[in-house]
């Protein structure tokens, strides 16, 4: 019998319940810990007070959750003054975090990033419970590369200094990259010298979707986008911060000089103009191009429609502990990708398992030699199958995610219960 059947844990996290993050990247992982026994407590901050929700909407929320084995809680989240805001928000997750461990006898404190994790410190110092810090990224650096903070200003050095603290207070970690695990633990240690478990767990997905959408004919698709006959572009996700929309509208608009029949694809939730406005200025008529906000279930039905995926982030230091989650939903349909180099663990990915092409310069030399090499990667008709395989061997969220963080938990627990052992004898 697992270790997980007698064990709760509490999941911190920073964020809304209704927020696609949420629902993409907590909600899947924490119902396989679920299925694996575990008691699972959610912990989130509304942006609106849940108790002007319509009630039907609260209860469908928790019933929906419920139903997977999630136990809903939720805190009001406070936006300005930001740091004082932010700050206000810690010591009240905490404190309530802190009457979570001793009611409910909570084995696991698992904290999403570094706010949520203020308040995991917080909530186990002097308690029984092992507090999971679940990295997710390099956040002081990612303010600094994306110039929201000056280099070396008093919040960087604030936010370091308070990392490190969470660091050394944590009793396990989660990393998205092994770049990011060679960078923070090249020896698996904590600076005191208690060995503790890191696992490296990537932005997974649900290959169910895909597989169910590998009943749906591909010309079905595509003769209902009107793009019979067409190489298809797509990109999924957000457009500008991080992602380099000048960039990829330039790719786009070298792939459509280069190949008439090229058609792209856009699927984002944010505003059209900001790509239809650059693919414009750069030649690409209206007709070669579509823009279209879908649901998340959608998703692995229009990739049936692409022939290549994209995917231009922003390459600096931050972005080595990045893993986006568009490379796994795009290898999981079939896709090759073409994406810049420098992004977490992409430039092993696409290499080893020959799924796609890498940028190593944003010039229209490079965009052409890119489009020749992933013309000869289309050729290959295995392409599809490796895309996929990729895709369940890095991504799965059951036998990759699900599994690792069932591991890392049993770790966690293991360790409790051998320092109670040794304070005992």
């Known amino acids: 019998m697992s270790s997980l059947n007698t064990a709760r844990a509490l999941y911190l996290c920073y964020f809304g319940v209704r927020e696609p993050l949420v629902q993409t990247q907590v909600v899947p992982y924490l119902r396989e810990l679920a299925a694996g026994g575990l008691r699972v407590h959610l912990l989130t901050f509304e942006a609106q007070n849940i108790k002007t929700w319509p009630a039907e909407e609260r209860a469908e929320v928790r019933a929906r959750l419920a139903a997977q084995g999630i136990e809903w809680h939720a805190l009001r989240y ?25 009611r409910e006898r909570i084995d696991v404190v698992h904290a999403r990033s570094h706010v949520a ?14 507090f999971l810090f679940d990295i997710r990224g390099f956040f002081p650096e990612e303010y600094t590369d994306a110039g929201v903070w000056p280099a070396g200003g008093y919040l960087y050095r604030l ?30 240690a904590s600076t005191n010298g208690r060995a ?8 997974c997905v649900d290959l169910t979707h895909f597989r169910a959408a590998e009943d749906v004919a591909r010309e079905a698709v595509r003769r209902e986008l009107g793009v019979e006959g067409r190489r298809v572009f797509v990109y999924v996700g957000s457009l500008g911060g991080w992602y380099l929309t000048d960039e990829m509208a330039d790719l786009l608009a070298t792939a459509h000089r280069q190949d008439p029949r090229t058609f792209s694809l856009i699927l984002t939730q944010s505003p059209p103009a900001m790509i239809t406005d650059r693919l414009r200025a750069r030649g690409v008529a209206e007709r070669d191009y579509l823009v279209r906000q879908i649901k998340p279930t959608e998703m692995a039905r229009y990739l049936k429609a692409a022939d290549v995926a994209v995917s231009l982030i922003k390459p600096c230091y931050s972005k080595q502990s990045s893993s986006p989650t568009k490379m796994a939903e795009y290898l999981a349909g079939g896709l090759p990708i073409i994406c810049n180099t420098g992004i977490g663990d992409l430039d092993e990915l696409i290499e080893t398992d020959r799924v796609g092409v890498l940028l190593r310069e944003f010039n229209e030399a490079s965009y052409l030699r890119a489009l020749t090499e ?12 490796r895309c996929r395989a990729s895709a369940a061997a890095r991504f799965d969220l059951t036998s990759v ?3 690792r963080y069932r591991r890392l938990y ?13 304070v005992r004898a």
């Open 196 to 203: 503790r478990p890191v696992a490296v767990i990537p932005c």
């Open 117 to 130: 994790a203020a308040m995991g410190a917080l909530a186990t110092r002097g308690t029984r419970a092992r």
């Open 374 to 385: 992933v013309a000869a990667l289309l050729h290959d008709p295995d392409l599809p199958a």
């Open 159 to 188: 936010t370091k200094a308070a990392e490190r603290r969470l660091l050394a207070a944590a009793d396990g970690y989660v990393v998205l990259t092994e770049k990011a695990r060679q960078i923070l633990f090249p020896d698996q």
């Open 78 to 102: 406070h936006k300005r003054p930001t740091l004082a805001a932010t700050v206000y928000d810690i010591v009240r997750g905490a404190f309530a975090a802190r009457r979570f461990v001793r």
């Open 410 to 422: 049993e770790q966690l627990l293991q360790s409790g219960r051998d320092e109670r052992k040794s």
């Open 401 to 403: 995610g699900g599994a």
